[in-house]
């Protein structure tokens, strides 16, 4: 069964950290972009980072860049999405995608298979 499958959300104060994990299960993901999304309570989905088959090529939204950091590790078939100086509009669902084709990925919020995500919340 292919399936992707996130981990690592918790309830952290402003300032903290958490690192998420997406690990592909079925498939190798060695060949496939993956992409992590977040949701808010009340707004839509919006792509956040996204790293490239080979993993030389990312992708950061305006709102994370310089405090996220997606990375891979194809050996254990997971992306790692390393979130510091976390802020509570941070505060969502956060999804991970993968897709064949990372051009526009994040943008378009394209994948081609969905985790069910993991909540992350950030609040004092």
């Known amino acids: 069964q292919v399936q992707l499958v996130e981990s690592g959300g918790d309830l952290v104060q402003p300032g903290e950290s958490l690192k998420l994990s997406c690990t592909a299960w079925?498939?190798?993901?060695?060949?496939?972009?993956i992409g992590w999304f977040r949701q808010a309570p009340g707004k839509e989905r919006e792509g956040v980072s996204c790293?490239?088959?080979?993993?030389?090529?990312?992708y950061y939204s305006d709102s994370v860049k310089g405090r996220f950091t997606i990375s891979r590790d194809d050996a254990k078939n997971t992306v790692y999405l390393q979130m510091n100086r976390l802020k509570p509009e941070d505060t969502g669902v956060y999804y991970c995608?993968?897709?064949?084709?990372?051009?526009?990925?994040?943008?378009?919020?394209?994948?081609?298979?969905w985790g069910q995500g993991t909540q992350v919340a950030v609040s004092s």
């Open positions: 995608a993968a897709d064949t084709i990372f051009k526009d990925m994040c943008i378009m919020g394209r994948g081609d298979f």
């Open positions: 079925g498939f190798s993901s060695d060949y496939y972009s």
């Open positions: 790293i490239n088959d080979g993993g030389g090529v990312t």
